[in-house]
Nanobody
Framework: QVQLVESGGGSVQAGGSLTLACGYAGSVDSRRSMGWFRQAPGREREGVAVAREDGSRIYTSSVAGRFTISKDVAKKTLYLQMNNLQPEDTAMYYC?????????????????WGQGTQVTVSP
C-alpha cells in the first residue's frame, strides 16, 4: 500500500511559478514509478511528468522545459516545479505511484493516487 498526499496548489497569473509536493508513505517496492497527472474540466486525465526509481524522467511535450519533477527521498516527497505557467495549465493535479519501474504517462497504468491539488492560472 502507498499513501499519497498532495499540496502546493493555488492561483497564479500567467508567467508565474508554483511547486507542488506529494508526501508519500508505504512500501518502496510499491512506488518504483511516481508521477504527476492533471485533469482539466471536461478533459481526460493526462500525464505530466514521471520519475522512475532508476533515475529516468519523462515529460509530456507541453511542459518540457517549464516543469521539473524531482524526489527528495529523505523527506519522502515528490515535487513538481512549474515555471512560466499558462492558463492551459489550469487543472487538478494528482500524484500517482505504481510498483512497475517502467511506467510512463498513461494514467490507467498507475495503481495508487492522491486526492489532488488545484492549480489555476489566470491570463
Amino acid at each position: 500500500q502507498v499513501q499519497l498526499v498532495e499540496s502546493g496548489g493555488g492561483s497564479v497569473q500567467a508567467g508565474g511559478s508554483l511547486t507542488l509536493a506529494c508526501g508519500y508513505a508505504g512500501s518502496v517496492d510499491s512506488r518504483r514509478s511516481m508521477g504527476w497527472f492533471r485533469q482539466a474540466p471536461g478533459r481526460e486525465r493526462e500525464g505530466v511528468a514521471v520519475a522512475r526509481e532508476d533515475g529516468s524522467r519523462i515529460y509530456t511535450s507541453s511542459v518540457a522545459g517549464r516543469f521539473t519533477i524531482s524526489k527528495d527521498v529523505a523527506k519522502k516527497t515528490l515535487y513538481l516545479q512549474m515555471n512560466n505557467l499558462q492558463p492551459e495549465d489550469t487543472a487538478m493535479y494528482y500524484c500517482a505511484a505504481d510498483p512497475n519501474l517502467f511506467r510512463g504517462l498513461i494514467s490507467d497504468d498507475y495503481q495508487y493516487w492522491g486526492q489532488g491539488t488545484q492549480v489555476t492560472v489566470s491570463p
